[in-house]
């Protein structure tokens, strides 16, 4: 029913309506128009929605919001293979420079430049000021009305959005949300970069964003990255894995790697790009808890490492009692192997019934790994007189001296 302005207010016309009481407005569901989500990139980003991108230190997060940046600039494919369609970006930095990182990221990964818009400060009454993502969202909204193919919009980080304290939660939705909206009023992805919190390895993914748990509730869609070490020398492995949607599936992720190099047609600006690999399956929960697993199988291997370099210092030691002393100080067979590798230590012989014992490389404790493996083994033959002291030790048969890992007892 329509409101009817009593008699003696119709001459006041709207300075009536300004004095109004505030109403809510009531929309009916059934005049409301049911519509498909609009991918920029099916699954991974949505327009009008709010996206994160969190995970652990060296992982390379800008570099992949840039690799996103090139694809949608160039039109060119997602890692998934699918084509993009092209449009331009707006790219907010309060942590790289343009000049020397972002802009040469941009060029390495293939960006469009021209659909590129970096935000460098706000003008005001002939003032130039930095631009504060917390305070300045309606003149950003007011510059964005001019780019009429707007697809992806990044803040880094997106923690900077926020003027009060990022960890509580009301004050989070209160500094996000002219982002939101601006992201749903320009029909745009909006993505922000920030950080895992130190101290929370093992817990779920979204809750290891750092600040308010807010950030990861507002976001519709929330992506982690993670440092896989590599085994026996190989390089790390990095993946990208969605660790929540509210749009569309969760879990899975693609390897990438990070190459270093100098700009084309730049001599001596180097810069990093994205190197994307093959898909993965698994939640974000699991492929994290194994890559951490690893790292913390290293740190224990170094922390043995320690342990069993100082318990050599003085000479070799009966594996027996190697093991023994390590399980007294809370370090399993595993993690002594492991260190024993670390540090380049090597097992010997004592003898046919003398079993074995664990000694430093000359590189450890400057001794000659032959002498001191010959006085716990005598040769079967004996060499040349003419045969000098380092040959005789390279003459002895082999069952005496360094073995491999396979051996039962070293």
Known sequence: MSA???????????????????????????????????????????????HL?????????????????????????????????????????????VTDTLAPRLLAAGADMSRVHLVAGIRDKGQRYPFDPANDCEALGAALADVDDLRLLIIDPIVSAIAGDSH?????????????DLARLHRCALLGVTHFTKG????????????????????????????????????PTRFLARAKSNIGPDGGGFVYDLRQGELSGHPGIEASSVLWGAALEGSARE??????????????????????????????????QVFAEAS????????????????????????????????????????EDGESSAQNCASSSQPSEGVPQSSRVAHRPMTCGLVGEGASNG
Do not use: C
Request: aromatic share 6%; glycine share 12%.
């Open 328 to 367: 007294s100080a809370g370090f399993s067979r595993d993690a002594m192997h492991r260190a024993k590798r670390k540090i380049g230590a090597v097992a010997v012989k004592l003898g046919m019934t003398d079993g074995w014992a664990w000694r430093l490389t000359k590189s450890e404790d400057g001794a």
């Open 168 to 180: 509580k939660n009301a004050e989070v939705r209160r500094g996000l949300q002219p982002l939101v």
């Open 287 to 320: 492929l994290l808890a194994d890559a951490e697993r690893r790292e913390d199988a290293d740190d224990a291997a170094m922390d043995a490492g320690g342990f069993l370099r100082e318990l050599l210092a003085n000479g070799s030691r009966p594996a027996k």
């Open 200 to 235: 929370t390895v093992g817990r779920e993914p979204v809750e290891r964003i750092t600040g308010s748990l807010a950030f990861g509730a507002l976001a519709r869609l929330v992506m982690v990255t993670a440092k896989r070490d590599g085994e026996e020398g190989d390089p």
């Open 4 to 50: 009817v302005l009593p008699l003696e207010h119709r001459a006041q016309g709207l300075a009536y309506l300004a004095d109004a009481p505030p109403y809510v407005e009531l929309l009916r569901g059934d005049d409301v128009k049911v519509e498909a989500v609009n991918w920029l990139w099916r699954g991974w980003l949505a327009a009008g929605k709010m």
């Open 53 to 97: 991108i969190g995970g652990q230190p060296g992982t390379g997060k800008t570099t992949i919001a840039m690799a996103l940046v090139a694809t949608v600039t160039s039109g060119g494919r997602w890692p998934d293979g699918t084509q993009a369609e092209r449009g331009s970006v707006a790219i907010w930095s309060g942590e790289d420079d």
